[in-house]
């Protein structure tokens, strides 16, 4: 009987984490299966609280070029949990990058400073776009999209790719 309760707890979270992580196109999603770890604590656009604060785990280049609204950039190379001294570690966050796997890092290191309600975006900014959610630059809503390189930018599928 332990057994079975054991089994049976373990296929519940396994399927509430695998219900944070759906991305519409089923070869991207097959790609991000096997770059992402699911360990992370992670959201999909669909299910993202719009009040959360956003970081933007790209770098300086790409936030310019388009970013989701209101975000912070954060970067990557030179992320360090102080940067966000200023946010109690219960604020609802959500890291994200172009498909996931920088912010996956942030996210990481937020989680081990003690961050307690940070989540990274599945699929990214490119899910985020694909999804038909809008980004901003400096005037306002854009089609552009940084897209990080021509390998990459086989994954978004709306908006204006942009090197």
Known sequence: MKQLSLFLFLLLCLSANS?????QDPAFAE???GLLDTRVPAVDVAHVDQRAIFLDAREPEEYAVSHIKNARPVGYKDFDPSMI????KDTAIIVYCSVGYRSQKVTEKLVDAGFTNVHNLYG?????VNSGQ????QKGTTKRVHAYNRSWSKWLRKGEAIY
């Open 124 to 128: 990214g900014i490119f899910e985020w």
């Open 19 to 23: 219900s944070a992580q759906t991305i």
């Open 85 to 88: 001294k200023d946010l109690p």
């Open 31 to 33: 790609k991000l299966h």
């Open 134 to 137: 809008t980004v901003v630059d």
